[in-house]
C-alpha cells in the first residue's frame, strides 16, 4: 500500500497544520485503499486486531465517536468508550492523569475529543501510545478535514488549483481550521465567508481571502463547505438570527444556480434543514454530505492504521 | 433450517400487524433452531461476522438493547449503541438524517427504539438498510411480542385455539398491540382484560374480547400475560392507585387458584412485584417470565440473521 | 498454570474476608502468568471466548469498568455495559430481579459496582452464574486490594513481614477494608493513619494497629498505601478541610525522606494532587501508581478466568 510514498512516522495524528503535503497526501491514498472494505460481505480486516483504541469524549459527540468505533472494529480492533458524563474527570483528576492511566492499561491508541485547545497535543506529549484528536477546542479536527478532503479530491481528482468556500462560523469552527490547513496545504485556493461577527482576526495569515458575500464567494467555487451553526451554544447571542443568516448566507438552489453546475456542496453534520441550506440542496445532485460520511470511516481506518504503525516504528 | 416454508423476503421487522401468519410461525421455527446456541461453551455463531448492528435508542431501556445487543454478539456480528442523551439528537437533526448517517457508516442493521409511533417504518421507508423495530410510541413492539408467542408455543405446543389474557394498560401499550396481532394471526382467542379508563376505544375491532373483571378473564384461560404498568409516565394522574389497581386487577395466588392448573403466566418485565403480580406468583410454578428473557436472545437472533437475509435478496 | 497449587472451585469473587491464603495467592499467580498478555503484539488469548460479561455499574466508575472491559477483551469475552443511569432500576425493578434477568440471557458472569454492602453477596446467592465484585459500599472492593497486593509482592518478592501503613478515610474505605483483610492473611503487618474522625469503631479487630501521626506510622513502612479522600461525597461536612488533611496527612517528599529509602507508594486513583500526596511523591521514584493500574488488568483477567472455571467446577 502506497509503497513508494514516504512512509509515516508519526505516533500521533493532532492536526493538519502539523503534517507536509506529503503526509497529508499519504493518509488519502491509505484511506483510498480502505474504502473498499466497507462494501465487503464481510466488512472486517485484522489490521489491528488484539490492539485497543480507547474513545475519550469529553464533549458528547455521537457521530465522530461512532464513525472512529466502526474504523476501528473494521480493522478488528478492541474499543473502549469513555464519555466524560460517568468518567472520572468529575473527581478531579487532570487529563494528562487520565491519559497515564490509559496507557498504563496498555492501550495503543486514544482518540480525544476535548473542548480545550491544545488537550490532544498535551496529552501526546505526555504518552508513548497513540493520540489521535478528534477535535480540541476551536483548534483543530483533522479528520473531519481529511474526509472532506477525501471527499473533493475524489469528486475533483485533485485539490490543487480547486476553488473552495467555507461558509458559516470561522470563528468558533475547528473544521474550519484544519480544512483551511489542508486545502491550502495541497494548492486549493480558500475563501472564508460569513458575517463579520464570526470571521477570526487575522484569519488572512492562513492563506485565505475573506467573503462577507455568499453570492460573490460562490462564484468561481468548485466546493462550498457549509460549516453547522452551532445557536446552541451562542451563549453570549452574538450570533445573527437563524433566519437572517438563512437570508444572508443559507445555500438555496437560487444561489447554486448562479455558481458552476457542478459544484459540490459538502457540511460536516449534523445539518440544520433550512439554517445552513435548503433540503432541496442538502439532498440535491450537488450534495456530497452523506460520502462525507462514508470516507469518514476510511479516513479514520486510514489514520488508526498509520499512527499504530508510526508507533512501532518510534520504539 | 426451516426449509420447506417460506422465506424470509422483507428487509426489515416494523410489526406484527405486517405480517402473515407463515412469516410469524418462520421467525419462530428460526429462534428455535437458534436457541441452542445459548447454551453452548461457545455461545457464538459466525452468522453475521462482519455486519454492524446499531442499537439507536431514543429511550432508555436496559432490557431491549442488551437483549439486541447479546443477540446480535451471538451472531458474531459487530455492535454499536447510541444512546439520545449523548447523541447528535439533541442538536436538531431529524431522525430521517440520523437514519441515513447510519446507513452511510455501511451499518447492516438499525435496531431503533423511539417514542413516535411510526418512527421505525419511517426510517425504514428512507433507507436501504434493514430497520428493526425495538419499540415506537403506542404502536408496536414486536420482538416482545414474538418471544412471548415464542414461550407460550413452546410451553402448549401450539398456538391456534389457546385462550389468552392481557390484562393491564391495553391503551399505552405497544406490547399489548403487538400481542393481539400475533396471537390472532396464529388463530388464539385474546382477551383483554383492565379498568375501563386502560381499554383503548374500538380494540374490539382487532379481534378481542373486552373483560373489566379479572377473575372472569381468567376462567378458561391457557395464559395470562401482565402488562407492566408504567405508573412513572402517568402524568396525568389518570391511573388507578398502585394498591387499588392490585386489589382490582392483580394476579395473586387465590386467582390463579380458580383458573386452570397450569395457567401459563407472562410479564416482559421489569417487573413490579406486588402491583401487578404478587411475588408468590413471579416466582411460582405457572411463572415463564425468566424464560421469555433466555428466548427474547433467540427471538432477536432470528430476526436479525432474517433481515440481514431479507435485505440481501431485496437488492 | 499453577498446578501444584490447590484449584479454585468458587464461582464467584466476592471479597477477601472469605478467601483463604491460599486462594488469593492463587489468583496472585495466575495474575502472575497473564500479566505478559498486555505486552504483546496481539493482546488477547481465546480464554473466554463465546463468553458473556455483564458490568453491572449502579455507581460511575469508569476506572473499574474499563479496567474490567479490557480484561474481559484480553480474554476474547463478550462485554455488555449496564449503568444505572439507563437502566432498568429507576423503574423500580430489584437486584436480584435485575440478576436473575441477566441470568436469563446465559450471560456467564456479572461484575457488580453497587452503593450497598452486601450487594455482591446478595446477587450470588440468587444466581448460578458467577458475580465479581467489583465494589459494594463500604464493605469490599476486592480487585483492588488484589492488584494493590500483587504490585507490593511484584516490588518486594513477598507480602510476609511487610510493614504496610493505609492512609486516609478508613471508615468510609472498600479498598481499606480488603486490603486489610489481603495483606493480614498473607503475614503483613497493617498500620492504618487517620484522623480520629476517620478511623471507624473496632478497626483493631482486623488486626491492624491505629496511628494517627503519619510521621510515626511511616518510619517502618516497607509501604504505604495512600486512600482517595472523597471529598466530593462528604456531605455532612465532617471531613477535615483539603488543606488541613494535606499539612497533617499528606504524602510529601519530606516525610517520605524519614521513611525507609525504598518504601512503595500507592494509591487506587483518580489521585487528588496536592491532597493526599505532593505532585513530586505521585510522579516520583517511590510511586507504583501506574503500575498499579497495569497490574489491574493482570489481577482481573484471572479472577474472570478463575471464577468461570470455578462456575464449571460447580456445576
Same mark, same amino acid.
Given at each position: ?57 469529553y464533549?458528547?459527540?455521537t ?57 490532544a ?26 474526509l ?11 485539490i ?6 467555507i $461558509?458559516? =462560523?470561522? #470563528?468558533? /469552527? ?7 490547513? *489542508?486545502?491550502?496545504?495541497?494548492? &486549493?485556493?480558500v ?55 438563512f437570508r ?32 432541496? $440542496?442538502? =439532498?440535491? #445532485?450537488? /450534495?456530497?454530505?452523506?460520502e462525507?460520511?462514508?470516507? *469518514?470511516?476510511?479516513?479514520?481506518? &486510514? ?13
Open positions: 500500500m502506497a509503497t513508494n510514498k514516504p512512509k509515516w512516522i508519526r505516533k500521533d495524528l493532532l492536526g493538519l497544520g502539523d503534517l507536509s503535503r506529503e503526509e497529508i497526501e499519504l493518509i488519502l491514498d491509505t484511506a483510498y485503499s480502505f474504502k473498499e472494505i466497507s462494501t465487503r460481505q464481510i466488512k472486517k480486516v485484522p489490521a489491528l486486531r488484539g490492539k485497543m483504541v480507547v474513545n475519550l469524549f464533549e458528547p459527540s457521530r465522530t465517536r461512532v464513525s472512529f468505533e466502526v474504523a476501528a472494529k473494521r480493522l478488528s480492533a478492541d474499543v473502549i468508550n469513555v464519555a466524560v458524563e460517568t468518567s472520572s474527570v468529575k473527581k478531579g483528576e487532570t487529563l494528562a492523569d487520565t491519559g497515564r492511566n490509559i496507557q498504563a492499561l496498555k492501550a495503543d491508541i486514544i482518540v480525544v475529543r476535548h473542548n480545550c485547545s491544545g488537550a497535543l498535551m496529552l501526546a506529549r505526555h504518552l508513548d501510545i497513540s493520540v489521535v484528536n478528534a477535535g480540541d477546542g476551536w483548534h483543530e479536527h483533522p479528520t473531519q478535514a481529511l472532506d478532503i477525501f471527499t473533493l479530491k475524489e469528486k475533483m481528482g485533485k490543487s488549483g480547486l476553488n473552495v468556500v $461558509v458559516g =462560523d470561522i #470563528a468558533h /469552527s475547528r473544521v474550519a481550521r484544519s480544512n483551511i490547513w *489542508g486545502l491550502t496545504k495541497l494548492g &486549493a485556493n475563501v472564508v465567508c460569513a458575517p463579520p461577527v464570526l470571521i477570526p482576526a487575522a484569519i488572512e495569515q492562513m492563506g485565505v481571502r475573506i467573503s462577507h458575500n455568499i453570492e460573490e464567494a460562490l462564484e468561481n467555487a468548485d466546493a462550498v463547505n457549509v460549516l453547522r451553526m452551532q445557536f446552541e451554544r451562542d451563549e453570549l447571542g452574538a450570533f445573527p438570527k437563524q433566519m437572517e443568516y444572508n448566507f443559507g445555500i438555496t438552489k437560487e444561489r447554486l444556480g448562479k455558481a458552476k453546475r457542478d459544484i459540490i456542496v459538502m457540511h460536516p453534520g449534523p445539518l440544520n434543514r433550512g439554517i445552513e441550506m435548503s433540503s432541496e $440542496v442538502a =439532498d440535491g #445532485a450537488n /450534495s456530497v454530505i452523506l462525507q460520511v462514508t470516507n *469518514g470511516i476510511a479516513v479514520r481506518m &486510514a489514520v488508526l492504521f498509520l499512527v499504530a504503525q508510526g508507533r512501532e516504528k518510534s520504539r
